[in-house]
């Protein structure tokens, strides 16, 4: 038998175990309930939100038919991934198709196993089943490569493949996105241990000598123990042992995370390491004991572990929101959708040895419901979470979905309503449903607040905001910073000043208040996609002159817009506000460095360069602190 026959029966063999009939079969009547699939997740985006298509949710998955043809065949290689305990590797693609077009495409499925048996149960809503009801998680178009692929019909692709505990297959459709008809698909290929402990992320625990490790494995409690080996880099080390959790499809609450956006997250632990000393570096890896005996290790990571709070030394903070994720081979559905995520990732990796801690805050990978974007989010960021504590925010895209307690009645989470954000990594929240939480890092104070959730006066946030505030002893932490992921300050953006405002509405109403009343600093949000710093302000009034050099009593707090992380970025509005000191529409972050109690320099770094675009100091003693400000001092007598 000819080797190009052969290879086609192959894959037919492969694909009878994937459909129970191998015909052309045409689908009719999906239209309309894959709109209704749509509007109910993530196409009935708020309008004003500029964020752009999920790229995975262009595919009319539903609809796919299949009809392998005889003359296609589609290989890959290598067919076992990760023999040396990598979790990343590139795949070679190799296809002909005697009939090509501009819209044919590559489709990555993981599982591989993709058949209708693995359907949810709103496919009742359908005359028939579908044959595909899994999205893909990620795709190439045929010709991506290869220039002349419409003239020969033969191309070849590379795909960067990470390990996401199930094995993988790779088929060729033609029709383009909205029609999708299977002509080729491989034979399954996997990792060598595709259940390996993967991608940690380092955060703070609720204590300032704790760290937390959290990662994700495809080993449950029943088959194997987690646990972290760690301690100080180069003496003997002590194990402590992982919680476990994950989540259902039942868990979420619409489509597409219910639906074709659906993924098994495999199994998220958690190990607290406790009784940490200040400043210390430690050595870890995380584990899986078998009923064997025998343990399945990580490679090793290290981290330095946190001043203690109020401790004079160099403390250095990178804050920024709305990073999103991006693929290194460039699969050409994530061009246009996170733009300069991988440049902000890059630049914060090559400046590793410059800063001590991190904040995301909100809008992470913008899986908006396509669950496996989880995990390649955590593998991208992996080389600064495993090393610093990243610590994040609860933002849109993570927790809003109509019906769901989110403040905002909007489909922005695709129907994951937080779950993923609050399993995948840990904050050092009461109720991680309830995604608000304080933290500290030597002198610095930080108030993570939920804009997803009522912020308002009289709320259960709001008694929070005021509590994290006032709990602060400034004279040990001098650095108070407030942020949150939507804008409750000030933003010049275009369509926040279109509604009649430069802030999400009621946002700063209800807290500025407390910013003055508690002296805050700094206000971070992300949200908008720029970057912009205010003059200290209260009550829409610039309280100090300066620009780059504040002494003695500042009067009010600075509003920072940070929220250039990689999604496409977000116009300013052509109205002059007086309040705007500085404004880039560009990818950056900001970095914060306290020198000591009484110095502190902020730097806002544009991704591409990692140079210093604007910036400002603040010098201060302590009775700066207590100085009274307009609303911000306590009623005084004159008792005696």
Request: proline share 5%; hydrophobic share 35%.
């Amino acid at each position: 038998m000819p080797k190009q026959e052969m290879t086609t029966m192959k894959n037919l063999s492969f694909f009878l175990l994937l459909v129970s009939a191998i015909f052309v079969h045409t689908v009719s009547g999906h239209d309309s309930f894959y709109s209704r699939l749509l509007n109910n997740g993530i196409e009935n985006h708020r309008p004003h939100v500029p964020i752009g298509e999920q790229p995975l949710a262009k595919i009319a998955i539903h609809k796919a038919v299949i009809a392998l043809h005889k003359s296609a065949y589609i290989h890959a290689n290598p067919f076992i991934l990760g023999s040396k305990g990598e979790d990343t590797e590139w795949v070679n693609i190799k296809f002909e198709y005697p009939e090509p077009t501009n819209d044919d495409w590559v489709g990555v499925f993981s599982p591989a196993k993709f058949n209708a048996s693995d359907c949810y149960p709103e496919t009742g809503n359908w005359p028939e089943a579908p044959y595909i009801c899994t999205a893909p998680i990620k795709y190439k178009f045929a010709n991506h490569s290869t220039a002349d692929y419409v003239n020969t019909g033969k191309a070849t692709l590379s795909f960067q493949i990470i390990n996401q505990r199930a094995d993988f297959s790779f088929a060729l459709f033609t029709g383009g996105l909205e029609n999708p008809k299977l002509v080729a698909v491989t034979n399954p290929i996997s990792f060598a241990n595709p259940k390996a402990p993967l991608y940690p992320r380092l955060a703070h625990g609720k204590a300032w000598d704790e760290m937390t490790v959290t990662w994700t494995s495809g080993y449950n409690i029943d088959e194997a123990t987690p646990l972290v080996e760690w301690g100080w880099k180069g003496h003997i080390k002590k194990l402590s042992p992982a919680g476990t959790l994950t989540f259902t499809r039942g868990s979420m609450c619409g489509a597409p995370a219910r639906t074709v956006g659906w993924r098994d997250p495999g199994f998220i632990h958690t190990s607290f390491l406790k009784d940490l000393w200040p400043n210390t570096i430690y050595e870890y890896r995380m584990g899986h004991m078998l009923k064997n005996g025998s343990t399945i290790w990580s490679k090793s990571y290290s981290f330095k572990s946190s001043p203690y709070p109020g401790q004079d030394s160099l403390q250095r903070v990178i804050i920024f929101g709305d990073m999103g994720k991006a693929e290194r081979d460039g699969s050409n559905e994530y061009s246009s959708y996170q733009p300069g995520s991988l440049i902000t990732t890059d630049q914060l990796i090559k400046d590793l040895d410059n800063y001590d801690i991190v904040f995301h805050i909100g809008d992470l990978p913008y899986a908006n419901g396509f669950l496996s974007q989880w995990d390649q989010f955590t593998k991208q960021v992996e080389p600064i979470s495993s090393v610093k504590p990243y610590m994040i925010a609860s933002g849109n895209h993570e927790r809003d979905y109509p019906n769901t307690g989110s403040f905002y009645n909007t489909p922005d989470s695709g129907g994951e309503c937080g779950v993923p954000a609050e399993t995948m990594y840990y904050v050092p929240a009461e109720n991680r449903a309830k995604f608000w939480y304080s933290t500290d890092y030597g002198m610095f104070h930080f108030c993570i607040a939920d804009s997803e959730h009522d912020w308002r006066e009289g709320s259960e946030q709001y008694a929070w905001i005021e509590k994290c505030l006032a709990s602060v002893d400034r004279n040990k932490q001098p650095w108070l910073i407030f942020s949150a992921h939507r804008v409750l300050g000030y933003s010049s953006n275009d369509w926040l000043a279109n509604e009649g405002a430069f802030e999400e509405p009621m946002g700063r109403a209800h807290l500025q208040k407390l910013w003055q009343k508690y002296k805050v600093d700094i206000a971070f949000y992300g949200h908008v996609h720029n970057y912009e710093r205010s003059c200290p302000i209260y009550q829409n009034q610039c309280v100090n002159s300066e620009i780059s050099h504040y002494s003695g009593t500042v009067n009010g707090t600075i509003h920072v817009v940070v929220g250039g992380g990689g999604s496409h970025l977000s116009e300013f509005t052509k109205i002059n506000t007086f309040w705007s000191l500085y404004k880039d529409h560009d990818w950056g972050f900001v970095k914060l460095t306290a020198f000591n109690h009484s110095s502190l320099l902020f730097e806002y770094k544009k991704s591409a360069d990692g140079e210093v675009y604007d910036s400002f100091t603040i010098s201060r003693e302590y009775r700066d602190v207590l100085a009274c400000v307009h609303d911000g001092c306590e009623a005084t007598t004159l008792a005696t």
